[in-house]
């Protein structure tokens, strides 16, 4: 069975500051998805940045940023020059790749407050 | 292009009612899945659905129910309810390509209060 460690249920920061969250993982497959979703207050989820397995190199979208450790099966999330709207709660979420499965395995969470 | 859309937004059912959710996705997009979140779980994976089959499913009991029509809309029920089936129901849905992503786009979700 595969699952999802979010090891911080509450973080703040400093508006204008950076902050990490963490996500610990694991997983039997070789080839798999990471990602981490936003919740607002608003409840619907957004998709905040993905990250394939077999890429080695981290990704990056905008102030958002991630350390991919592979081997240590960890994933977490690194959120620059933190904004307002930046609070919520953010899922670490993990799933197989190929065609044939789209079930996520979720995290159980970390509610990010940001403050002015 | 339009979101997600679930429907109805909230509702509340007493014990041993039944309910049916509704969940438009994506133009295109012709995998559907649903989750329930809630404070003491968090999110759990309840069934996807591509193409009007069922292809997984979560660790629910039969009294969760789902389908998918030739659309891609998709309903789920709960039937018998329970107070602990009180929780946000999100639909999500993804589009199926060769190699896929898992990538899902969510909807804002159906609030069901059980009294």
């Known amino acids: 069975a595969q699952t999802v460690t979010q090891s911080q249920p509450e973080m703040s920061v400093q508006e204008a500051e950076t902050v990490t969250l963490s996500c610990t993982y694991d997983?039997?497959?070789?080839?798999?998805?990471l990602f981490w979703y936003k919740q607002p207050p608003s409840r619907q989820m957004i998709l905040v940045i993905r990250?394939?397995?077999?890429?080695?190199q981290n990704a990056t979208e905008n102030r958002f940023s991630v350390n991919f450790q592979k081997a240590a099966k960890s994933f977490s999330l690194k959120i620059s020059d933190s904004q307002l709207g930046d609070a919520a709660m953010y899922f670490c979420?993990?799933?197989?790749?190929?065609?044939?499965?789209?079930?996520?395995?979720f995290g159980k969470g970390t509610k990010l407050s940001v403050i002015p | 292009k339009a979101g997600v859309t679930q429907t109805p937004r909230y509702l509340i059912k007493t014990r041993g009612q039944q309910v049916t959710l509704s969940c438009s996705p994506i133009?295109?997009?012709?995998?559907v899945s649903w989750y329930q979140q809630t404070p003491g779980q968090g999110l759990q994976f309840l069934f996807e659905?591509?193409?009007?089959?069922?292809?997984n499913k979560g660790n629910f009991p039969g009294r969760f129910s789902g389908r998918q029509f030739s659309n891609s809309r998709s309903e789920m029920n709960v039937s018998t309810l329970e107070l602990g089936d009180s929780a946000l129901y999100l639909c999500?849905?993804?589009?199926?390509?060769?190699?896929?992503?898992?990538?899902?786009?969510f909807g804002e979700g159906s609030r069901l209060t059980v009294l």
């Open positions: 999500a849905s993804s589009l199926v390509s060769g190699r896929g992503t898992g990538e899902l786009f």
């Open positions: 997983t039997s497959e070789s080839d798999y998805y």
């Open positions: 990250q394939e397995a077999y890429k080695q």
């Open positions: 979420a993990l799933g197989n790749s190929g065609a044939g499965s789209y079930q996520l395995t």
């Open positions: 133009s295109g997009h012709r995998s």
């Open positions: 659905y591509f193409s009007e089959t069922q292809r």
